[in-house]
């Protein structure tokens, strides 16, 4: 009968007792069948061996009160089956036995049992963290095993690794008192000496394991989830996806689902742009700027596309987003031998750079009065609006950067990268030598300058201040670097007094020409000067970083949605590779409207005609706006080229 075939998807354990209880103990009987361990069907079929040292007279088999004879087969078993129908109902859900007797002639008798398990469905896994979460000062991770009845959870465990290490919780022992005996729970503890059981400043792969000892082990798997719990790290907001970036009023992200889109800070409402395949590449490949319009994206398989005002399009295929700023933005060929210029909101296209069959790297920055800066390794010097040429050294030159009134470059000759900076006034100046080939070497804001510089031993970061004086940031053994992303190379690190935010040995500091550098927080995500403060994004959250004399304020009219904020949240196991979220309020901001209809271009599931495999993406970069009002760039590059034009200068040493 249909009431008793076993639930569709359900998975099913067994117990198997086997027990003989005869007066005389030469009789003995083993069950063969039912083997399994479940029902599966309307019948359960049963075949046992029976033997006595006298002729076995009768064997019968019982289950839940129904009472079969087994007749003997030629080849000297015992079979029979039982009808679930003659039950006259639904048989519950949990363990059932079956029985066999078997007696000889002489009334000696045995019995052995099986047991079975109408088994409705593994347990449910609960858990308080979705992919790209970020683990804050005052979250604790949480995990909990909701048994089906009649059974109960018996082990829950919750595994997070990280290219550090990993770190294993297990589950607590319900109390005698409790409600819910037949659960189990994972919360993450404080020690009381302020360590927490999962290690911060890493980013790790979640796998929960939950089993009720008679179906299946559940497993499941999330990432990535980020854990930092410094505490001059401020929540501002949380997102449906990582954070790709933001502005006052706008955060660009990425869910795990591929999906891109743009949330408005203050009512926290998405408008979902598209969805990325991941067949070429992964999502962590995917980068994006938004513009004054909407954003532009760059995807796994090769594409450009722009959102303006709405409406998708596409900028192109087999090529690289390497700079955007404002209205402007910069693109090579995947091949690099042609670079470009484009504005989302009119559409119009220009031709930088072309050399056909070149490898060249193309490195570009924008200022945000909109002119372009860049270089190759073909030519020696910097490309400037117009065509002017900024400087001419050895080597290969590296990413220009410029914030509209000063211009820095890096030429790299295999050993060392020397940085020269190009003043309004038309001077170079020489800053220093870095052993690193890395091109994300410069920061420029503000007539402000951070740059790379060898100690002999490792990299330091040093800064020079508009007045012209060079002040040495970092004094650690192990080299410092800049805390660049892409797209947002160059400007990000410099606030506009002069403090540098970079990298050490794992952490994030932020330092100043008097005083030493001041720890911030782990070395995860990408901070950036903004708008007069310091933030981080990491994962899908952003945070302000603390002044130097208490916490940092929250931006105006900006709620932060942490789970910290007094509410549980509960993801099933029942929707396979999704996530159901209860209660709905607390996770509804991670259901986005449906996607709009698509229909200019080429849609982004795995296009054929990509043309050729996706290069690895060069830094780009957006700047911040400069202080004052600068002269014209363009009559900075036209005096510079003629000053140089004169004579090259040698470089001084010190």
Known sequence: MQAYRRYVGTAIAFVLSFSAQAADAAVTVKILEPSNTFIESDTIPVRVTASSPDDIYYVEAEFEGLVIEL???EDGYFEGSFDLGELGGDLPYGPHVVTVDAFSTFGDWASAQHTLHRYSAPPTLGWNVLPNDTLTAGWRFDAKCIPTPPYQCRSLSAHFTSAEGSVSLYHAEPSSSSSSPERRYIKEQHNGLGWYQIPSGRTYTLTLQASDGVGPTVTRTIGPIHVDRSPRLTVVQRAPGAILDFDATRLLVLDHHGRIGIVDRATEAVTWMGTISQDVAPLSTVYGALTPSGAVYQTTNGYIFSWVNGTRSTVARAARLDA?????VVFTTTDDDRGFAY???????????????????????ITDSGDIYFGTYERASIVGPGGALLGDHEGNL????????????RWWDGRTSSSYLYTAEGEEVFLGDSITGNSAGLLVHAGHVGFQKSDGA??????????????????F??????????LRVGHDGLSDTGEVLFLNDGSRYIGGPAGAPRLISSDLGHGRWFDGSWYVTIGNTLFQVAGEEGPAARLAETAARAPEAAREVLSTSFAGDELLDAPVSARDRHEPDALPELTDGPELMGDGDAGGDLAPAAAGCSASGPAGSPPGAAALAAALAGLLALARRSRPRS
């Open 477 to 486: 053994t192990k080299p410092s670097q800049f805390d660049q992303a892409k």
């Open 398 to 409: 590296q990413r220009p950067i410029a914030d509209g009134t000063l211009v820095a470059g």
């Open 458 to 475: 490792v990299n330091q970061v040093w800064l020079r201040t508009p007045d012209g004086e060079q002040h040495q940031i970092s004094r």
């Open 343 to 365: 504005t989302p909101s009119t559409g119009a296209l220009t031709l930088l750079w072309s050399s056909p069959g070149s490898r060249s790297p193309f490195q570009a920055d």
């Open 71 to 73: 007749t003997p087969t």
């Open 324 to 328: 955007v700023n404002g209205d402007t």
